[in-house]
């Protein structure tokens, strides 16, 4: 009792600052400047509309897996996904939607034998260091608003496995998948996929849309019965929406300051129920915040 | 077309094994022998009878948080989660189960200010290490058959969060909750939670009955009107209920040779689907193989 009173009475006569607020990563996020934020392009945006109502939004990474996401887009505009259903879901793994085993002709404007893009050039990337040791990758952290493995020796960057990243459905090697079966993770990231996959993107809306359907009792998570296949009504980019209906989002750009101050807190949290700093961070349990605009 | 047809000549010439078969995780759990399982005693089985008819198994680890795991027995055994429910499903994260700031008295045996069972002593375990690094700790690998964290230089090992991973609710730190209000990871595996929170098991059986929940809406996945809560019949040790109704599971030895095989595929897969194996694994991404006994 003695040595706080004389604690307060000593910072009463130095004048001394209060102590320090200690933030969370949702303060660094609210008290971000509107320059911390990137807003996502409406054509690099793909609504998914459920039957039931459900709506799933997926942000495309062009700058990534070009070809796949050019393919994407091509499907989407093509009219290639009428009929899709949602027909697999595996607990801690993916749900995967498409036309299953579809013989339906490719619009036009789809690359059929895409080239393996699992990985693309670290040139051109400024990338923010995650500071913790990534167990798939010499280099983890943060490029163009995406969590990123790389190797600075090999000089590639790839786009990695985490909770609701999107990625194409593929046979078996050498075949890389034309992107008309996509998935997206709804458990634990598997990064063993990375380089193994073309990952196409994340969704940034309504990903319990997926993560709560039943899971299907057949090997990987296939739904045993047509009839439990989940309906898609449409999937759409947001640019070829009505302007009224368009979703609009923004990324935290992770070569601001305000990303940098989010990294640190992520690794270190300090606030009242966390008692202990953990000092490091996983690369997917960083995830970059993402908001909708008003 | 030549060399192949020599290379055939030669095998068949010098006697040659056939080209190695290129061995799954599963291929090594389905060739395992008896000797590289442990059964789960069933005092150390807790069973979720859902009221709808869904059953979780939860398997405790009285090794590593005995005080905790014993006030969740002597909890079990007293009838204090008659009318419990799930109310809390947070997406990417946790559910949440018990009877929800209650103020319901503890059964007796019920230690009502457990220590902070964080950490245990590294001495006494046979750690089988990861063998890629950890973000959360200097070590990272198997004892027991549970993952764990662990520190050589501090001489202490602790449980971490991966998904299916049970741990025990609590308010704001010194508190460590006494195992009245309990969660299962449903999402990445929030590892910043490691050394905050004591853990105390995991999902062996059901857990998607928990990760197909609807999320709730309000604040940290909480359900916001009671009706949303989901209804628990009962929750009863294995060794409580009647022979004939007791489920029975074994976990891989981790101390194994099998284990051992099964952890090196896990990190550098080989099969025709994985074309260039991660030469790394992340310590969430191993899941110990658990199984039914017959």
Known sequence: ???????TAAAVLIGAAPPKK??????????????A????????????????GGRVVIQL????????????????????WNGATIYRVQD????Q????ESDKPWPAGVTAKPPAEYTRPLKGLSITALGSPDPYAPGAGFADGWPVAYNVKEGWADLVHCYGTVGVGRDLSPDTGTGGELYAVI????????????????VVEGIDKLSTLPRGTEALGFYKDKAQYVPIAS?????????????SFEVMDTNSPSFDQYLKIRANRRDDFYIRPAGGVDLCNVQVPVRKKA
Chains 1, 2 share one sequence.
């Open 97 to 100: 939607w498409g036309l299953n």
């Open 92 to 95: 801690n793994y993916v749900a």
């Open 235 to 247: 999937i759409r980019l947001a640019s070829d929406m009505p302007e009224a209906e368009r979703p």
């Open 61 to 80: 990474a062009p700058a990534f897996t070009p070809v796949h996401v050019a393919n994407i887009k091509a499907l989407s505009r093509g009219g290639y």
């Open 1 to 7: 009792m003695r040595s706080l009173l004389l604690a």
């Open 22 to 35: 200690l933030l969370t990563p949702n303060d660094i996020v609210a008290q971000s400047p509107a320059s």
């Open 187 to 202: 458990g634990h990231g598997p990064r063993q996929l990375d380089r193994v996959i073309a990952i196409v993107g994340r």
């Open 37 to 52: 934020w990137k807003t996502i392009p409406a054509d690099d945006l793909m609504v998914l509309s459920l039957a039931n």
